[in-house]
């Protein structure tokens, strides 16, 4: 497969991946712990999070890439593009698995997926989309059950590093956001902007 073009500066993305050969990337819930602190390592400086998801053999974010040279971060390097960042973090957590269980060779599929997102529409049906994939592939009955998800931190007052304001501003309230998640987001409503997506 070509390699996709580079990630831009301040655009939103659906960035996701999964295990090589559909292997769990998440073994257990320590797993999807570390994952997250890494993220917010190597993500936060370059990138905005909308929304998440970690499953055991996939994950998908909703992020917006930063201007070109912000940076919260002052020990980051202001020259790290968001698509060499996103690399760095399935790096240095393939090297953690790797280490932990005893594996050797690639823990993710290459290159990572990324859907430019476009329009308010799509925005907002994605977040319920992210959220709602734990139900749909019958991890668990009911999505909001699912504890490696931003939608508690959306639904929640305690702090958080996701941008909860701007994002429950998509819906016009909390209310609407919930009642958005409610409804079922199937493929069909997002196919056409998923792309390679494995759902």
């Not at 996701?16 to 320590?30: L, S, V």
């Not at 701007?166 to 079922?184: M, R």
Request: with cysteine; net charge positive; proline share 5%.
């Amino acid at each position: 497969m070509p390699n996709p073009p580079a990630l831009r500066y301040g655009a939103y993305y659906h960035i996701y991946n999964r295990g090589n050969n559909r292997e769990n990337i998440f073994i257990e819930a320590r797993n999807y712990r570390y994952f997250l602190r890494l993220y917010a390592k190597y993500i936060l400086p370059v990138a905005d999070t909308f929304a998440y998801c970690l499953l055991k053999n996939h994950f998908h974010f909703l992020v917006r890439t930063k201007t070109f040279g912000v940076s919260e971060t002052p020990k980051v390097s202001r020259t790290v593009s968001p698509s060499q960042a996103f690399s760095n973090l399935f790096n240095a957590y393939a090297k953690a698995i790797n280490k932990a269980y005893q594996r050797t060779g690639s823990l993710f599929e290459r290159p990572f997926g990324r859907v430019e997102v476009t329009s308010d529409a799509h925005f907002i049906h994605l977040i319920a989309y992210i959220h709602q994939n734990p139900q749909k592939h019958g991890l668990i009955e009911d999505f909001r059950d699912w504890p490696y998800s931003s939608y508690h931190a959306l639904t929640s007052a305690r702090p958080t590093r996701l941008l909860r304001e701007e994002t429950l501003a998509w819906f016009g309230n909390q209310g609407h956001f919930e009642t958005f998640h409610s409804e079922s987001v199937g493929v069909t409503q997002i196919e056409a902007l998923l792309g390679d997506n494995f759902d």
